[in-house]
């Protein structure tokens, strides 16, 4: 069964995350099953809030979450692989708990007043994937790995914020806080008009450049990775930002088109890691 379930939680990252599954799925086989299962989970909770909307379908998953805290497993591929990651790394439930907070606000959305509010939205729904993944790609540093966990997780979520800018504003969301709009002079209409002019230039790269200042703050701690984690945890930190100079290259069109990296070029940036 168990080879069964963890077939479904790597067709789920292979089918939702190219980029993701691109960067970890050559991992050694015991941590890349586990990255799977805890990829399967926030995925799992993530489309329940961006497909389904339901706040009673999270409510259940929190409770399913922590009955498998108290030992009740729910018979499901998730819950079933999540059981053997928790035996044999050591992850902490705490983080899981945290990422659910986390959709829970984007439920209930409400567009971030300040820097801060959005900051603290990216660590709750990527600081705390960070901390989920680091006992495995870190078996014996993860307790020291906290800060480069949750600088990569919120360099992660703003880069997904710029990349799906208008995506998110047709689903009714605005993540670029209040005073961060107000100081560039771009307001709601301008979004609704997809205008990527002077002043959303400026208002990427404010926040453009808050994702480079994280990504380099998580590259201070990288020693500290297990060395058959390394590339892939490069890669996946190095493929993500590059989104950002990909927009930077379609002259900041993140309003009107999704930009994404190819197979190729993200195949080459692993390769070129490898080679490194």
């Given at each position: 069964?168990?080879?069964?379930d963890?077939?479904?939680?790597?067709?789920?990252?292979?089918?939702?995350?190219?980029?993701?599954?691109?960067?970890?799925?050559?991992?050694?086989?015991?941590?890349?099953?586990?990255?799977?299962?805890?990829y399967?989970?926030?995925?799992?909770?993530?489309?329940?809030?961006?497909?389904?909307?339901?706040?009673?379908?999270?409510?259940?998953?929190?409770?399913?979450?922590?009955?498998?805290?108290?030992?009740?497993?729910?018979?499901?591929?998730?819950?079933?692989?999540?059981?053997?990651?928790?035996d044999?790394?050591?992850?902490?439930?705490?983080?899981?708990?945290?990422?659910?907070?986390?959709?829970?606000?984007?439920?209930?959305?409400?567009?971030?007043?300040t820097?801060?509010?959005?900051?603290?939205?990216?660590?709750?729904?990527?600081?705390?994937?960070?901390?989920?993944?680091?006992?495995?790609?870190?078996?014996?540093?993860?307790?020291?790995?906290?800060?480069?966990?949750?600088?990569?997780?919120?360099?992660?979520?703003?880069?997904?914020?710029?990349?799906?800018?208008?995506?998110?504003?047709?689903?009714?969301?605005?993540?670029?806080?209040?005073?961060?709009?107000?100081?560039?002079?771009?307001?709601e209409?301008?979004?609704?008009?997809?205008?990527?002019d002077?002043?959303?230039?400026?208002?990427?790269?404010?926040?453009?450049?808050?994702?480079?200042?994280?990504?380099?703050?998580f590259?201070?701690?990288?020693?500290?990775?297990?060395?058959?984690?390394?590339?892939?945890?490069?890669?996946?930190?190095v493929?993500?930002?590059?989104i950002?100079?990909?927009?930077?290259?379609?002259?900041?069109?993140?309003?009107?088109?999704?930009?994404?990296l190819?197979?190729?070029?993200?195949?080459?940036?692993?390769?070129?890691?490898?080679?490194?």
């Open positions: 069964m168990m080879n069964t963890f077939k479904y939680c790597e067709n789920l990252i292979k089918k939702e995350s190219k980029s993701f599954y691109t960067a970890f799925s050559a991992l050694p086989e015991k941590k890349a099953y586990a990255v799977f299962s805890v399967a989970f926030c995925r799992t909770a993530d489309n329940i809030t961006d497909n389904e909307k339901s706040a009673e379908k999270l409510l259940i998953l929190e409770k399913d979450l922590e009955n498998f805290k108290n030992g009740i497993i729910k018979e499901t591929p998730v819950f079933r692989t999540l059981k053997w990651v928790f044999n790394f050591g992850l902490s439930i705490k983080p899981f708990l945290g990422m659910i907070n986390g959709q829970k606000s984007d439920i209930f959305f409400k567009q971030p007043e820097q801060e509010n959005l900051e603290d939205y990216c660590y709750n729904v990527a600081g705390t994937v960070g901390l989920m993944l680091n006992p495995i790609l870190a078996e014996k540093n993860y307790p020291k790995l906290e800060d480069a966990a949750v600088y990569l997780g919120k360099a992660m979520q703003l880069t997904n914020i710029l990349r799906d800018l208008g995506e998110d504003y047709d689903n009714g969301r605005i993540y670029i806080p209040k005073d961060v709009m107000k100081k560039f002079n771009y307001n209409k301008d979004f609704n008009l997809k205008i990527s002077d002043r959303f230039i400026k208002l990427f790269e404010y926040e453009a450049q808050k994702a480079d200042f994280f990504y380099e703050k590259f201070e701690y990288f020693d500290l990775y297990d060395e058959d984690s390394k590339i892939h945890l490069k890669a996946s930190a493929i993500y930002r590059e950002l100079n990909k927009i930077r290259k379609n002259n900041y069109n993140s309003m009107k088109k999704r930009n994404y190819s197979l190729s070029e993200k195949l080459k940036i692993l390769n070129t890691i490898k080679g490194g």
